[in-house]
């Protein structure tokens, strides 16, 4: 055996440190679960993995966004299933008031009884979610209507607009809401108009005001359930994107996973493989020959 | 031929097997000194003329010793290559820890968090709480720009000191084989110690810089650095500086300065370094490094992801607010390491509509982190850009270590070679030993036999 400079055992250092190094980087993939834990791990995968992650995170912001849409979608629902159920109770009282037999003392009392009703449609109109008035349009702070129970109410914001949309992961874009003017006092039948001048025919003992005013009232609601179908359509667009987006997640992760994720079964095997390799390499050197001529020699 | 010549004739073969046994006695002793290659005896026969009374035998020629010079060229050259592919490796390897690409931490998650803010702005657009969100995750973009600037400088000066580190050991080996020259030409020449100490500093020498190595008849040998700047001529040495080099006029002048190699004299020698430690860092210093962090003549990838996505935001915020989001200060290569949010914006004065829409900007913001978006300075969105730079750092880095796996099995091979050629064999050397001990024996034995017959011939002359 040729000795000198000791190249076959620097060889096989190497070679050691490269088994060392493959078991170092399998454990630590076994360990973290990530095959993909620095750029030279595999530099084409770093490109579709940030990728990944950057439209997972954005996705599901617009789920989170969906959701508060959805929110505010489902108590305007509700508040206006409430005003139709006022405005039924109106119409009731409209109806009782428009009756000859009725005494002035009866109409002032309906009147009074209107009044109410009143009040209750201008709280609807000025719901809140999460702190913010959901019929308030672009002004969601400021609320819509006032009413101090004798003057009609008052919009608080003259022409008032809503142009906040919301998007779906598709970035398909929709405005998810109602101004309370276009639900509660639309140019084509104004609820708390008709309400007002309801109120106001009740309290004068006017019958015949009272028959115009039911009139309107019955128009106004109709304009208020067309108002409310839209809602329905948006709680329907919504509850469609946040499935979408919930699905789209689960594939975008499942994409992750398979790109990023380290197979556990194919590393224990690369590692067993490895350690064999190791044990392997450390057994065949020392079955080499250590001793040379001079060891025979007396 | 005379007895007395025969004795004589027998004590010179006695010396002379004693020497060779020095020789191999020496190869033994010296079988793991590096760069000692085996020494052999020669052995020369005596003019030889009984009619003239030349009585022959043997005599000690020159030690020879087995360098093979086209082995130690291989192995230098191998030994250069490692070099190269090793400095870079770990050059790289430490550039590419600043990159994170979990999407989970550093800039990617920065980014998303930001595009997030905004999109969650653009659905409560009035909502403070919103706003604060921007302007935090504005902040934590910022910092992370920051702290990865920061930590690219530290692996750049880092790069500097081990250019510096590594300079300053070409100039000690160089000196050393300029001493061992000197000792050469002092009439050392032939000793086999001195050429191991030389062979084992070239190397060394060759590890850190490529070189080549012209042996002179005087023995001394020359070195040169890209087989034209000589390091040592005979017993003159060139020393190595590393000088920072900043061009006139540059486009960025805050930019950090290339690294040039250069003589005493000033000439640049930098484009000379092509193998060797020198050369990866150089590489890693002056071409990989300035991709990302930027020099005298680009900005680098980090400060222009940082600048375009300050300009991009900017552009968008500031027609609403009045004021831009983010700010930055100094040139163009200091954008990621400056970029910080505007100290005049508050959550209340970021302002969220346009034209359009009550949400207008904040939903144009949002639009930035698309999966469609491209930013037309960069040409890639925000997320792609940085991916780019990081999957190329890992791609070099994977090339790197690639290029070292295979230079160590290389310079293995070539290192192999020369230990058949050159090595010391303790086997052979132990054949040989018994060698000479016969040798060393029957020449013992005939001055025995002739001391005897000297004997038997004085009392024979005594009896007569």
Known sequence: MLKGIYANDNAFLAGLNQIENRITVTNQRITSGIDVNQPSDNPDAIEPILALQAEIARITQVQTNLNQVKTSATTADGALQSANTVINQLISIGAEGANSTTTQLARSSLGEEAGQFEQELVSLANTTSQGNYIFGGDNPQTAPYSFD??????????????????????????????????????????????????????????????????ESLRTAATQLNSGAESYGAIETWVTNASTDASQRITNLQSQLSGLRDTD???????????????????????????????SYLG | MGLFASLNLAANSLEVIQQSIGVIQNNVTNAST??????????????????????????????????????????????????????????????????????????????????????????TPSDSTAQQAVITAAQQVAQEFNNT?????????????????????INSLTAQIQQVNVQIRNGDKGDAGLDAQLNNDLESLANFVGIDVHYQSDGTV????????????????????????????????????????TLDDGTDVTNMVTQGQLAGLLTFSNTTLPSVQGDSSQAGGMNQLAQALATAVNNLVTPASGIPLFTTTGGATNAAASLAVNANMTSAQLVASSAGASNGTADALAQLGAPNYTDATLGFGYTDFYSNMASSIGQQESTATANQTTQQGLLSQAQNVRSQLSGVSLDQAASQLIQFQSAYSASAQTVVVINNMLTALVQMTQNI
């Open chain 1, 149 to 214: 129970g004798t003057n009609p109410p008052t919009a608080n914001v003259a022409n008032p607009t809503n142009t906040s949309s919301v998007r779906d992961a598709e970035e398909n874009a929709i405005v998810p809401s109602l101004t309370a003017q276009q639900l509660f006092d639309s140019p084509n039948g104004s609820v708390l108009q008709a309400t007002d001048a309801l109120r106001q025919a009740l309290l004068n003992n006017q019958p015949a005001n009272v028959e115009t005013a039911l």
């Open chain 1, 264 to 294: 556990i079964t194919a590393a224990a095997s690369q590692l067993t493989l490895d350690e064999t390799a190791y044990q392997a390499a450390i057994q065949a050197q020392a079955t080499l020959p250590t001793k040379n001529l001079f």
């Open chain 2, 34 to 123: 590096p760069g000692y290659v085996q020494q052999n005896p020669t052995l020369l026969a005596a003019a030889f003329n009984p009619n003239a009374d030349v009585v022959g035998g043997v005599r000690f020629g020159p030690v020879q010793s087995t360098r093979n010079q086209f082995a130690e060229s291989a192995v230098r050259n191998q030994n250069a290559l490692l070099g190269t592919a090793t400095s870079a490796a770990s050059s790289l390897n430490s550039l590419q820890q600043d990159f994170s690409v979990s999407g989970t931490s550093g800039i990617p998650a920065a980014l998303s968090g930001l595009f997030s803010a905004f999109s969650a702005w653009a659905t």
């Open chain 2, 149 to 169: 600037a920061g930590a690219i400088s530290q692996v750049a000066a880092t790069a500097t000191q081990q250019v510096q580190n590594t300079v300053s050991q």
């Open chain 2, 222 to 261: 020359n070195v040169l650095l890209g087989g034209q700047t000589p390091l040592v001529i005979g017993t003159t040495q060139n020393q190595l500086n590393v000088t920072p080099f900043v061009p006139a006029n540059p486009t960025n002048a805050d930019a950090p300065p290339t690294l040039t190699i």
